[in-house]
């Protein structure tokens, strides 16, 4: 993306966008250039994909709409292209002929609409609208980014720069690393022993010294601390410390858990019971609640996030992991970790606001818990395509496959929940993580270490989420597992 002079002064707004529009039929390029959607833009012309390729050569543009099927060069040729020159440039594509395939094409290469003709007046502006403002996001996105360089994080030393393992090491000091345990995108996770402090067992989360030197992502990375740290709940993992030492990278210090991931629970056992499924959503909610409360956003709930133990007894208690890309809904401008029109968070388990960039709340969280709680019924994610692009376009325009017809056995209002929680419209889905939990309560059944069902006396009442009923005038507080009918008024 190139950056004009009166750009890098700070005019950004484009109110007028230049368009170029690429189709072999003249008629319909002189159709949309005198339609209101063209009003207050400067447009130009091309007949071929080849002459558009040109046009690039010579200008910016903000907008490209092109027809698919062309000679020489079809539009999805001329896409591809495009993003190889330059990645964020938004473009349309308009068919005559819909199919499938090239669709899903379309969306690989990062096509921002594919629209069918006859053309729709509104909707072809809408969409230009659309990426205008997605232009200039990106492009105050590249400025600001230009403005950090000169305040980066201080970079390590030459020597520790391409270091795979930390495993042997003493950081701050203190901490004795051992073996690894898992690797993210931010950093990797070590076992290890607090050695002035009775050899105590922990987990450390370093920060992978090829992105250490960039302060946005330190700063998220001790924003993930502080969080995380600050939400105190019994099914978020505990912070226990984190450093920046000089000639070290920087890293937080967990709680040493002991278990697995849910994912690796659903890959050796299989589909859940309603009952282990509702018991395990909900106490990811009740975490998500109190993240809400402090005005959180997990934004990246995925099986691998979700870290099953055995504690007092009671088998799948829930520690929530990972908020390296949660969003603080009240942060100030120049603190916030993420931005609108940015994709962060696992594709398979994200909402469809999210998966196209859009801003995000808890609402998304909660289609996130319906995600996972589908595949732990159904023993297979709600979505799966091919690559990348391509599960982010299901996610916003299908459906996945209903629950019961791959789990005839599960209760039809069972399903209703996950099917709302699920629900492409944030507004048709549970509004809160304690009203979801709520509808889940009389599915929930602790299980013991033996997999059988807990009786009241083996459940730890700091485990079992509390879930709160009215009914009528009397509210009554239930623990999680235990169905007990109202009195008579």
Not at 110 to 136: I, M, W
Not at 148 to 172: E, F, K, V
Not at 363 to 386: K, N
Request: without cysteine.
């Amino acid at each position: 993306m190139s950056v004009s002079a009166e750009q890098r002064q700070g005019q950004t707004t484009l109110v007028r966008g230049r368009v170029p529009l690429v189709d072999d039929s003249e008629t319909l390029r002189r159709a949309i250039r005198r339609s209101p959607t063209a009003e207050g833009h400067q447009v130009v012309e091309a007949s071929n994909g080849r002459e558009a390729v040109e046009l690039l050569g010579e200008q910016d543009f903000d907008l490209i709409v092109s027809d698919v099927r062309m000679p020489d060069m079809d539009g999805v040729e001329l896409l591809r292209a495009i993003h190889e020159r330059d990645a964020d440039l938004p473009v349309v594509l308009i068919t005559g002929d819909p199919e499938l395939e090239t669709a899903m094409k379309a969306v690989e290469y990062g096509a921002l609409e594919y629209l069918a003709k006859p053309v729709d007046v509104e909707k072809l502006k809408a969409s230009a609208l659309r990426a205008f403002a997605l232009r200039k996001k990106r492009l105050d996105a590249r400025l600001a980014l230009e403005a950090q360089s000169s305040t980066r994080a201080r970079p390590l030393p030459l020597g520790l720069r391409d270091r795979d393992t930390w495993t042997g090491s003493l950081l701050g000091s203190r901490y004795r690393v051992g073996k690894l345990i898992g690797v993210g995108g931010m950093g990797s996770v070590y076992e290890a022993e607090r050695v002035d402090l009775a050899q105590m067992r922990v987990a450390i989360k370093v920060l992978h010294p090829s992105v250490g030197a960039r302060s946005d992502l330190v700063m998220r990375f001790r924003r993930e601390a502080e969080t995380v740290a600050a939400l105190d709940h019994p099914n978020i993992v505990r912070i226990l410390d984190f450093q920046t030492p000089p000639n070290e990278p920087a890293f937080l210090v967990m709680e040493r858990l002991h278990g697995e991931p849910l994912g690796e629970a659903i890959g050796k056992e299989g589909r859940f019971s309603a009952e282990r499924a509702a018991f395990v959503a909900s106490q990811v909610l009740s975490a998500l609640s109190a993240a809400h409360a402090a005005n959180v956003v997990h934004r990246d709930l995925k099986p691998d996030n979700v870290f099953l133990t055995i504690m007092s007894g009671l088998r799948d208690i829930v520690k929530l992991l990972d908020f390296g890309v949660a969003k603080l809904m009240n942060a100030r401008n120049n603190e916030k970790l993420t931005q609108t029109g940015s994709v962060l968070g696992t594709p398979a388990y994200m909402a469809p606001e999210q998966a196209r960039g859009a801003s995000v709340d808890h609402r998304s969280d909660i289609y996130a818990v319906g995600s996972m709680m589908y595949e732990t019924l159904a023993g297979t994610a709600p979505f799966v395509a091919e690559n990348y692009n391509a599960l982010l376009f299901k996610i916003q325009k299908t459906a996945p496959t209903p629950l019961d017809v791959l789990r005839p056995d599960v209760d039809p209002a069972l399903a209703a929940v996950v099917r709302r929680a699920m629900a492409k419209n944030p507004s048709e889905r549970f509004q809160t993580a304690d009203a979801m939990e709520a509808a889940l309560a009389l599915w929930v059944v602790p299980l013991s270490a033996r997999g059988t069902p807990a009786t009241p006396r083996s459940s730890p009442m700091a485990f079992a989420p509390t879930v709160v009923r009215s009914r009528g005038k009397r509210t009554q507080k239930t623990q999680a597992g235990r169905r007990r009918k109202p009195k008579p008024d």
